[in-house]
């Protein structure tokens, strides 16, 4: 190829990245269908929360959550979320700025903060299942509980998976600071993840 | 706490937030949340302060955490619009909730199956 073709081959490459950029998340193709991804998710959520809401509003024998569940212990669970928010911002302002073992750090404090996580469900729902009867074809206080937490432990899940990819190859050196993106989309999902803990802990736990 | 851009083109483009701050706020919005749990109110009182709490703590983790305070607003746009279809469908739910908490008191909604007029009635037994 002479150096005219590679030059006008690279020049009209050039063009088609700039009409693939997307305009709304300059840079970062992924953001953007992370976000498409965490909309239609969020439908689901709110459709569970909804259904949960009108199921409980319809029924007068609904009983009280506090008769049955671990406010305590789900507060400890709500604060660890909060803190693995914290932790993954800060591991993706360290490979952001090149720093490469404050990313692994606190990328591994992320996923820490995610096994601890289910491991406390894992023991809430041993509880409620072992010693208080409790059964997801019991009544629909027991259907519903075990279903939205359930799909949010499944998504927590998912995210440990997730952030322990970037936390591997991070330390087998192959996301450079050049790929920063790839934990910004991962942390948009870890995000995701808290935000709605923060809302399953208050309808289903505290009212 | 602001910070420069680190890698041309993939860097960090606008100032960070302080997240330490923004991690209190959240600590503290759980803890006020269990105070109010564990006050007493009024059942009204305290679903409306616990809802408040509970979408001021997804504000911030979606504004802060999660950027949009600093995207583009067409971005903000994909992330509003379940909230606007949830609404809608709790808005939908309403009519039968309203209908049902109304006749709840009143009437006593029988379990059984409706009689079918379609079918032949049934033989007498003996």
Redesign the interface.
């Known amino acids: 190829m002479s150096e005219a073709a590679a030059a006008e081959t690279h020049e009209h490459g050039a063009v088609m990245a700039d009409q693939l950029e997307p305009?709304?998340?300059p840079?970062n193709l992924g953001k953007?269908g992370m976000?498409?991804f965490?909309?239609?998710d969020?439908?689901t959520f709110?459709?569970g929360?909804?259904a949960y809401?009108?199921l409980r509003?319809?029924n007068?024998n609904w009983p009280s959550p506090a008769d049955y569940l671990g406010?305590t212990t789900t507060?400890v669970m709500?604060?660890i979320l909060?803190?693995s928010?914290?932790t993954?911002?800060?591991a993706l302002?360290g490979i952001?700025?090149?720093n490469q073992s404050k990313f692994r750090g606190f990328m591994a404090l992320t996923v820490l903060g995610g096994l601890i996580f289910l491991g406390m469900q894992a023991i809430e729902w041993h509880h409620l299942i072992g010693e208080r009867g409790m059964s997801v074809k019991r009544d629909l206080f027991d259907a519903t509980f075990f279903i939205l937490t359930g799909f949010h432990g499944m998504h927590v899940t998912g995210g440990v998976v997730y952030n322990s990819v970037l936390l591997i190859r991070g330390m087998m050196g192959k996301l450079p600071?050049?790929?920063?993106?790839l934990v910004e989309v991962a942390?948009?999902y870890w995000?995701?993840v808290?935000?709605v803990w923060?809302?399953i802990?208050?309808?289903i736990y505290?009212? | 706490m602001t910070?420069q851009a680190?890698?041309p083109?993939?860097?960090?483009?606008h100032a960070?937030p302080n997240?330490?701050a923004?991690?209190i706020y959240?600590?503290v919005l759980?803890g006020v949340?269990?105070i109010v749990?564990a006050m007493g109110l009024p059942q009204v009182a305290?679903?409306g302060l616990?809802?408040a709490?509970?979408f001021a703590?997804?504000v911030l983790?979606?504004m802060y955490?999660?950027h949009l305070a600093v995207?583009?607003r067409?971005?903000a746009v994909?992330?509003i619009?379940?909230?606007i279809?949830?609404t809608f469908?709790?808005f939908m739910?309403l009519p039968?909730?309203t209908t049902?908490?109304w006749t709840?008191f009143d009437h006593k909604i029988s379990t059984a199956a409706p009689a079918n007029p379609d079918l032949p009635p049934a033989a007498p037994t003996q």
Request: proline share 2%; charged share 10%; aromatic share 8%.
């Open positions: 305009s709304v998340t840079g953007l976000w498409t965490l909309a239609g969020a439908m709110g459709a929360i909804a809401g009108a509003i319809g007068p406010i507060a709500t604060f909060i803190c928010s914290l993954m911002v800060e302002s952001q700025h090149g600071q050049s790929k920063a993106n942390g948009l995000h995701f808290d935000l923060i809302l802990f208050t309808f505290l009212i | 910070t680190a890698v083109g993939h860097a960090v483009d960070e997240y330490i923004i991690f959240l600590s759980t949340e269990l749990y305290k679903v616990l809802i709490l509970a703590k997804a983790v979606a955490f999660m995207e583009r067409t971005l994909i992330a619009i379940p909230i279809l949830v469908l709790c739910l039968d909730l049902r908490l709840r």
